[in-house]
């Protein structure tokens, strides 16, 4: 009985820790080429990399009409768009997609600005 109250309480643990673990979610449709330039660029390596480990990638199909809520700052209509999520709550999004090398240095700042303090304020 003990073994099992452990093992669920592991399993729970995990699953918290997972859901607030920072992510990035990438909101897609069929048919979007500059998704599939995404797709192709930069997704086959990005596990891969520094970025990748700090903030895997989720893909999300997006509905037709966008979405809200869910953390989210406001809402994502267009695609791709890149949103950087950290305990359940955006701290930034990356709209569109031109080539990897303005993804990777777009997404450098949003990382970075997930070390500064929530409360920080800008002069």
């Known amino acids: 009985m003990g073994r099992l109250?452990?093992?669920a309480w592991v399993l729970w643990a995990f699953s918290a820790?997972?859901?607030?673990a920072a992510e990035l979610v990438v909101y897609r449709r069929d048919g979007c080429p500059f998704c599939v330039r995404f797709e192709r660029e930069v997704a086959p390596v990005y596990a891969k990399t520094r970025e990748g480990g700090r903030a895997p990638l989720r893909r999300v199909d997006l509905p037709a009409g966008g979405i809200s809520g869910a953390g989210l700052a406001e809402p994502v209509i267009a695609t791709p768009t890149f949103v950087l999520v950290d305990?359940?709550?955006e701290i930034g999004r990356i709209t569109g997609y031109l080539n990897d090398d303005m993804?990777?240095?777009?997404?450098?700042?949003l990382l970075a600005g997930?070390?500064?303090p929530q409360d920080e304020t800008k002069p």
């Open 87 to 89: 305990r359940s709550r």
């Open 103 to 109: 993804f990777w240095g777009l997404l450098g700042q």
């Open 17 to 20: 820790a997972s859901a607030l």
């Open 114 to 116: 997930m070390d500064k």
């Open 5 to 7: 109250v452990v093992t």
